[in-house]
């Protein structure tokens, strides 16, 4: 048995069908279908139980999964050791992050940590969905949910608050929410998915409270709903870091302080799949990451 069924063995089972290992290792389903074949041909046994839609590992599957991806991993790294002498760091990372957070506080520390490794090639999709890791391109994600994935590892970069709030001519004109039961009688601006309703959460020690909203703006462009509340439109339901600066100056009041809300959940975590090799540029960014949230935790403790 050669490294390179063992390698086809690990992409089948990371890609969980034929159809997804077959346009990764850029060969046809078929011909996928037929190595694998022979490979349970030459070991005797079955190593995945095919449906229509999945493949999952046999418990001899597994084992021989296990040490595929160790091989794989450790070609990965020599590779690299290899590609680095005399070099400086290299390498690609593919970061993931949530449109809000990536744009208005997490675009800073990026542009920081490319004047720091000017070498490491980085790529940077915005966008809010989960499941984008199985994908070749992203390495690691930043995601606000209420609990992480199972299948994938998570570290804690903090606290993501949501709050009520709306310009100061808004609060002029109009009777602010004072429960959160009344945010259903007001125009409110906010992230969600059009065509759906939202659910918001409202927490004051040991009582809950589920709203069920209809936003009259929605957007996952949070500049923009900033805009929005700015221009008087409403009371937006946004995290604090959106419209901080603007409640500072006095331009935008909150409201329902008693309350923590939540719309997606509220912890930002780091992910990332637990059987990817990561080279030194990967984990170069995770570390920097997770200092950099560490020092906006502290700051926002300070104010």
Known sequence: MDHNALTMLVEIIDSGNLSRAAAKLKMSRANVSYHLGQLEKSVGVQLVRRTTRRVEPTEVGMRLYEHGRSIRNELAAASETIRSLGKGLQGRVGLAVPSGYGQLVMSDWLIAFKRLYPDIVLDVIFENRVDNLVRDEVDI???????????????????????????????????????????????????????KQLLVRAYQGDVRKEIRLEPSLISEHFPFLRQGIMAGLGVGIVPDYVIRAEVERGEVVTTLRDWRLSIFGNHMYLLWMPNRHQTKAVRTMISFLLEQSQLAGSLATLD
């Open 141 to 195: 994600a930043v995601r606000v949910l209420p609990t992480p994935p199972d299948n994938l590892v998570a570290r804690h970069m903090g606290e993501m608050n949501y709050v009520a709030c709306a310009s100061i001519d808004y609060a002029g004109q109009n009777m602010l929410p004072q429960q959160p039961e009344d945010l259903r009688h007001v125009p409110l601006i906010t992230s969600g998915v059009v065509g």
